[in-house]
């Protein structure tokens, strides 16, 4: 006999075992049961989404791809069928954009291992992205934007800063005789990551608490001195140039940020969850709370010392209109201490559903850039009516077709004391989802601002 995978056996093992549990042994996620439409569209057994990735980011540019999926959902009769999005859950993506980005990541999902109240994850990325922006690291990116050769020099839109960087100008110390600041708000970043985590779900379920560890080895290079495009401003000719100085490296060797070279990162993440989401990948009804934390010190491996904090609620509620109206609203805060913390853990909010790039970009605030704003301490929020327009089936393939409208806003501050709500960024839009076969959410958003307009294209609910 063949020796079937060895993932193909655990999961096996994890069917089987679920489908021997007694009901009453299974109380404690009574409350997550899925809505009867949905339900009724789940398919049963394991099958594969595979799509070939076509995405749009306007930092990023034009990618293509792949985003396979393996689920396995068990039958009808398992105990756990009605109230967990799968029994286990295998997903690889790689992906190549136009910018010369590209990614490549893995992980598996077990909820409710067996039956009982454990779920695992492990998550592998590598990654290299020459994109990544930089404004600045404290509550004064909140102002208009500036450049960086020249800080008096302010931009009420992106077009017109964009237009305004890639102009030839005199060099500065340690420049070329002319040279332009077309990259000079870019790095590129190499990371190699390795997470580990699993949560226990305590008392009638609703409650998790949740360890994991995460080791990472990131790298980062700047611009300065590379020759890109530059426009000539007398004449509006094109021509090239070296990069000025990039505004990461000035603020580096001013010693207001750190931890420009990179090194090898190592966190102990530990969280405490409220769920009572009825479908994880795209829920009908139910409220998701967490306290989350990630502590990286010299102690455990690392060359940083940090301590992050975070805090996310998010509500989805049904709404007695068309064929799947719902309204979808998160709110989340989060600050980093230590007086040394590097720049690059202000650009993300971790959290075991999935991290969070904060502040701008596809994750929260969508009229505006990537990183657009960053501070010690962040704050947003974002709601969306996820309207249902039309229901298809194709074989054994379920799609659903629906439109949401949102309203995004957010803001940073240098100290979480001072968090108010004044100087509050907002952006608003519309999008178009497709809900293939329930779990995988194929989304088109399009976020306006007063500085911006934005398009984005790609998997996976914002929230």
Known sequence: MKRLPALLLFTLGVGAHASAQQPDSLSFIRSKRMSDADLAKKREGTFITGLPDASSDPVTGFGVGIKSNVYWNG???NPLFAYTPYLAHLKANVAYYTSNARELSLSADVPYYRGSRWRY?????AQQNPTNLYFGLTDATLGQLRLPSDPTRTFATYEDYDNARKQLRPGQAGEAALVTDALSNRFRETEYMLNLKADYAIGAGKM?????????NLQYKTFTGTKTDAVDP???ASSSAPNGKSLLERDFEQGTIFGLKGGWISIVQTALIYDTRDFEPDPTKGVYFEAANEFSNKIIGSQFNFNKVFFQG??????PVGRRTVFAARAGAGTIFGKEAPFFEFQDQWSPDGSINALGGKQSLRGYRQNRFLARTVAFANTELRIRVADLKLGRQSFGFGVAPFADAGTVRNRWQDLSFDNIKLSYGAGGRVAWNLSTIVFL?????REDRLLYFGIGQVF
């Open 208 to 216: 998790r608490v949740m360890g994991g560890y995460e080791i990472q």
């Open 445 to 449: 958003d399009y976020g306006i601002s």
């Open 75 to 77: 039958t009808r009769d």
């Open 314 to 319: 998010r509500l989805y509620q049904k709404l």
């Open 234 to 236: 007398q004449t509006g």
């Open 121 to 125: 994850r492990v998550d592998f990325k």
